[in-house]
């Protein structure tokens, strides 16, 4: 065991090379400060990019518009191609040099395509430019949705074709009593249909429309 002695000597030695250490990274932390290069002198240097080719943005802090989506489901089997619906699509937008912004076009399944466009009024221009196309009467062709952005939706999965709208009815009201008011209206309605994987369903999305409720 170490005599007091020698554990006082052991201490101050630990303490003087702390206090060394310590004095030796602060220095670094200064030079590192001072050699630092700042953002405007980086965009002075040889070979920068310009100012006007550097993307700056700002946020006002104010809510942006929500995005939009339009829905769009073929009628039939044989127009069931994403790539040949993402062409017409594209193809349509070039032709009326549209300015829509569209943000993404995915696939649903089913062979349908999820248009999202910056603001939810680009996606009802989206839908009026598609109908108004003079080639081809499109509506007789797709089936075309945007759905609601504020109001809440109940995605039922695997309905079978053959159902019948008001037994389906019945039996959501008959375990949710909050798609109904006092005078046992219902406050739902299906707005989209999707193909399910089993051929003989379908996903339905709906609305229930719960704020009437409220």
Same mark, same amino acid.
């Given at each position: 065991?170490l005599?007091?002695?020698e554990?006082?000597? %052991?201490?101050r030695?630990?303490?003087d090379?702390?206090e060394?250490?310590?004095?030796?990274?602060?220095?670094?932390?200064?030079?590192?400060?001072?050699?630092?290069r700042?953002? %405007?002198?980086?965009?002075?240097?040889?070979?920068?990019?310009?100012?006007?080719?550097?993307?700056?943005?700002?946020?006002?802090g104010?809510?942006?518009?929500?995005?939009?989506?339009?829905?769009?489901?073929?009628?039939?089997d044989?127009?069931?191609?994403?790539n040949?619906?993402? %062409?017409?699509i594209?193809r349509?937008?070039?032709?009326?040099?549209?300015?829509?912004?569209?943000?993404?076009?995915?696939?649903?399944?089913?062979?349908?395509?999820?248009?999202?466009?910056?603001?939810?009024?680009?996606?009802?221009?989206?839908?009026?430019?598609?109908?108004?196309?003079?080639k081809?009467?499109?509506?007789d062709?797709?089936?075309?949705?945007?759905?609601?952005?504020?109001?809440?939706?109940l995605?039922?999965?695997?309905?079978?074709?053959?159902?019948?709208?008001?037994?389906l009815k019945?039996?959501?009201?008959?375990?949710?009593?909050f798609?109904?008011?006092?005078n046992?209206k219902?406050?739902?309605?299906?707005?989209?249909?999707?193909?399910?994987?089993?051929?003989?369903?379908?996903?339905?999305?709906?609305?229930?429309e719960?704020?009437?409720?409220?």
């Amino acid at each position: 065991m170490l005599s007091q002695t020698e554990r006082e000597i %052991a201490c101050r030695d630990f303490h003087d090379k702390l206090e060394v250490c310590n004095t030796k990274l602060v220095e670094e932390v200064k030079k590192e400060v001072k050699t630092t290069r700042t953002f %405007a002198q980086v965009a002075q240097l040889p070979g920068a990019p310009s100012h006007r080719s550097i993307p700056l943005t700002f946020s006002s802090g104010l809510p942006q518009e929500p995005e939009g989506v339009l829905l769009i489901q073929p009628k039939t089997d044989i127009h069931k191609d994403f790539n040949k619906i993402r %062409a017409l699509i594209l193809r349509i937008m070039n032709e009326n040099n549209s300015v829509i912004r569209v943000r993404g076009m995915t696939k649903l399944h089913g062979g349908g395509v999820k248009i999202v466009t910056a603001e939810e009024a680009e996606s009802k221009l989206t839908k009026q430019l598609l109908l108004g196309y003079d080639k081809e009467k499109l509506e007789d062709i797709f089936e075309m949705f945007i759905p609601p952005q504020k109001d809440s939706q109940l995605i039922l999965y695997n309905v079978n074709k053959e159902m019948e709208m008001d037994i389906l009815k019945e039996g959501l009201l008959s375990k949710n009593r909050f798609l109904e008011h006092e005078n046992n209206k219902t406050h739902f309605r299906v707005e989209f249909k999707i193909p399910a994987r089993d051929k003989s369903n379908n996903h339905l999305i709906t609305n229930p429309e719960t704020k009437k409720n409220l």
